[in-house]
């Protein structure tokens, strides 16, 4: 009887630790770093205009180059989470399993926070021992492999990551079908598949992981809501944009009307079908959804925590698709210098933040600001992700088509004619940037006086826009215009004729209140280059970033 009751003491005790170390772990989760950063860099004030009033200027000048959140998540590192390790070590070496549990929490609290490198190392000890203790297939095993995993993607080590979801996966097979854990792995390893450009193989382990789990969960369920909204960027990111649009917006309604719109899984959602929205030319209703977005981060996580900072990049990609490419520029600036401060040089998220704001200079034709931040992305990502990696391509078709644009048509052929092929093979055909640098290719062709190779290029992009967008869609008049022009120009007046009636003199004949803002500046184009008799060189260009 005495051994029962102090067991039930001690398993009582233990379950009151657990409770203490999930409120301890919520709280911290829920910190702000950036308003801690921003009281801070008040309290520096505050302390120099008490005592050195004369520095004030000084100080201004260095709080406007440094983070003070950078400084404040260091603080927290090293004051808070370094010792709370330390305390683990030292006051729970007897209960290895308890250990394991306080140090699962603290890596979660490390990523939560943006503290990536410190997460993966602890969740590494995690998965050692558990693997040790539990055995490779062990539920609480499989939870913390898979959120090691998480932590090396967020790293970029995709490779590693892959490697260990694979793994995972296989020892989760006993698992019954619905299981959560046996799905987030593979809802992980969709993720990890996607960024490593494996477009194809994600789609379809998410469409076979959508039939499995919603019969048995329900279409409302929180599981499988995750895994529909996965599949559609999916889709969209391989171009089946009204698909995927609709299951965003039918994953959307039902986050809202369950959880509010301040939920993570809402933002997440409005986010997806923002980015669905601007891919599908809807770019004034993406940029107030996406508007939202940042709104609701900034209240949330504060103005530079990573993900923040990608919502206010994905909104100034918005901006400029709206036509209001100051606005965009601007905010690009401010995302790149916070992404340089807080993330790195060479993190992906800067590359890519550096890469928009290439673009949106060379959408001012401020070539020469873009070029150099073009070639030091396209440097690094070969580097670091190697050629066939869809970021590398990406922005190896970017250069391409700014290289154009500048006149350097020998130098932006020769990128096209190596990138073209490996483009088509990981991107598709349907991939709009595919689409895109085949009709630049063709405008380039066209310069170099290759009219018979312009043509063929231009009827190809052509055929793929077709097929991907509907006949009034800006990318398809414009891709028109360009291969109606190099067609007359290479004396197929007839053919160049009927595609002008097709495509292009529908959008000259519509009211202009029914035409978005890349659809008015394509048509003034179009219709100054007619009325300066160019045939029209100019117009054809306006698409190309």
Do not use: C
């Amino acid at each position: 009887m005495q051994a029962r009751a102090q067991r039930a003491i001690a398993e009582q005790r233990s379950e009151q630790l657990e409770r203490v170390a999930a409120f301890q772990q919520s709280m911290l989760e829920e910190i702000d770093i950036e308003a801690m950063g921003l009281r801070l860099g008040e309290d520096l004030r505050q302390q120099v205009a008490r005592s050195a009033p004369g520095m004030a200027g000084q100080l201004e000048q260095v709080l406007g180059k440094v983070s003070t959140a950078e400084a404040a998540r260091s603080l927290m590192e090293a004051s808070v989470l370094a010792r709370a390790e330390e305390a683990i070590a030292r006051d729970f070496a007897d209960q290895p399993e308890l250990a394991a549990d306080l140090r699962e929490a603290s890596g979660r609290v490390h990523e939560a926070l943006g503290l990536y490198a410190s997460a993966e190392r602890t969740l590494a000890r995690v998965v050692e021992w558990r693997q040790a203790a539990l055995g490779p297939d062990d539920p609480a095993t499989l939870r913390a492999r898979r959120a090691h995993a998480a932590a090396l993607r967020q790293l970029s080590h995709y490779d590693e990551a892959r490697t260990l979801l694979e793994a995972a996966l296989a020892d989760a097979s006993g698992l019954p079908p619905d299981d959560e854990t046996r799905a987030m792995i593979e809802l992980e390893l969709g993720e990890v598949q996607g960024l490593q450009g494996d477009l194809a193989g994600a789609r379809a382990a998410r469409q076979a992981l959508l039939a499995r789990l919603e019969p048995m969960r329900g279409a409302e369920d929180r599981l499988v809501l995750r895994v529909k909204s996965d599949l559609a960027m999916n889709m969209a990111r391989m171009g089946d944009l009204p698909e995927a649009r609709a299951m965003l917006e039918e994953v959307l309604a039902i986050r809202r009307r369950r959880l509010g719109d301040d939920h993570a899984d809402t933002v997440a959602s409005m986010s997806a079908l923002a980015i669905a929205l601007a891919m599908h030319g809807q770019s004034h209703d993406a940029v107030e959804l996406q508007r939202q977005v940042v709104a609701v981060q900034e209240r949330r996580l504060g103005s530079e925590h990573p993900d923040t900072l990608a919502a206010r990049g994905n909104l100034a990609g918005m901006l400029s698709d709206s036509g209001d490419t100051e606005s965009a520029i601007g905010e690009a600036e401010a995302v790149v210098e916070a992404r340089r401060r807080v993330l790195g040089e060479e993190h992906p998220m800067t590359l890519r933040g550096m890469l928009n704001l290439a673009s949106l200079r060379a959408r001012l034709d401020d070539l020469e600001g873009a070029l150099p931040l073009e070639e030091q992305v396209l440097e690094a990502r070969m580097r670091l992700l190697g050629p066939e990696h869809p970021d590398t391509l990406f922005v190896a078709l970017n250069h391409a088509m700014s290289l154009s644009r500048a006149g350097r048509l020998r130098q932006a052929q020769a990128l096209f004619a190596d990138t073209m092929p490996r483009a088509l093979e990981v991107l598709g055909g349907k991939h709009p940037q595919y689409q895109l640098a085949m009709t630049v290719w063709g405008v380039t062709l066209e310069d170099a006086g290759d009219l018979a190779g312009a043509a063929a290029r231009l009827g190809e992009a052509l055929a793929l826009r077709e097929q991907a967008l509907p006949p009034d869609a800006h990318q398809v008049v414009d891709t028109a215009w360009s291969l109606a022009r190099v067609l007359r120009a290479a004396g197929r007046a007839a053919e160049a004729d009927a595609l002008h009636a097709r495509l292009v003199a529908p959008l000259l004949a519509a009211d202009p209140a029914t035409l978005d803002p890349r659809q008015r500046v394509l048509r003034e184009h179009i219709e100054e280059a007619i009325a300066e008799g160019e045939g029209p060189r100019a117009a054809a260009v306006a698409g190309r970033h």
